[in-house]
């Protein structure tokens, strides 16, 4: 099975910050690597897909990159709204794993 | 517009059984693979299993491999999750979703509570 590992765990920030979450992959994964956003008590939801693709109504200041092993996750301002759990998943091969999570919260 | 419904959750005892079921509609869900994701309480997302559009291919996570078993009646626009010897591990909200090299569609999500 392919492991994703995400970093940090928790990302203390403020309102117009630039971010940036990190994801590894156990193996080569080309650009099958998705990003979501999840808020308390919601279900997830897609903001990135194939490393890079934005989402349809997904704000610009999110922007996805990477390939192979190495992949990122870049909030270039924060707002308010953005404070929320970061989830990144593999979808190179089953299972589809998810990383462990990164919550960005206001410092 | 896409629609995934869940339902089955509750409380059960440890050993016990639980049938978790999934309506989808909005979309042709013949063609499409589908998964459970489960979430437990200030947990991660987990890939709790994994099923092809025509249920050639099959996968669970170890945590649950040989306790829960996976179906989809594509004539039904249906989903199910057959949770047998439960745990208080599997303590979580189930979540119903349509694959398609990625998640864009989740159900609400059903809560199953696992405890004596």
């Known amino acids: 099975d392919i492991q994703v590992t995400q970093s940090p765990s928790s990302l203390p920030a403020s309102v117009g910050d630039r971010v940036t979450i990190t994801c590894r992959a156990s193996q080569s994964i080309s650009t099958s690597l998705n990003w979501y956003q999840q808020k308390p008590g919601k279900a997830p939801k897609l903001l990135i897909s194939?490393?890079?693709s934005l989402q349809s109504g997904v704000p610009s200041r999110f922007s996805g990159s990477g390939s192979g092993t190495d992949f990122t996750l870049t909030i270039s301002s924060l707002e308010p709204e953005d404070f929320a759990t970061y989830y990144c998943?593999?979808?190179?091969?089953?299972?589809?794993?998810f990383g462990q999570g990164t919550k960005l919260e206001i410092k | 517009e896409v629609q995934l419904v869940e339902s089955g959750g509750g409380l059960v005892q440890p050993g016990g059984s639980l049938r978790l079921s999934c309506a989808a509609s909005?979309?042709?869900?013949?063609?499409?693979?589908m998964s459970w994701v489960r979430q437990a309480p200030g947990k991660g997302l987990e890939l709790v299993s994994y099923?092809?559009?025509?249920?050639?291919?099959?996968h669970f996570a170890d945590s649950v491999k040989g306790r829960f078993t996976i179906s989809r009646d594509n004539a039904k626009n249906s989903l199910y999750l057959q949770m047998d010897s439960l745990r208080d591990e599997d303590t979580a909200v189930y979540y119903c979703?349509?694959?398609?090299?990625?998640?864009?569609?989740w159900g609400q999500g059903t809560l199953v509570t696992v405890s004596s």
């Open positions: 979703v349509r694959f398609d090299y990625s998640i864009s569609d």
């Open positions: 998943q593999q979808s190179y091969s089953v299972p589809y794993t």
């Open positions: 909005g979309f042709t869900f013949s063609i499409y693979s």
């Open positions: 194939g490393a890079s």
């Open positions: 099923i092809s559009s025509s249920s050639t291919t099959i």
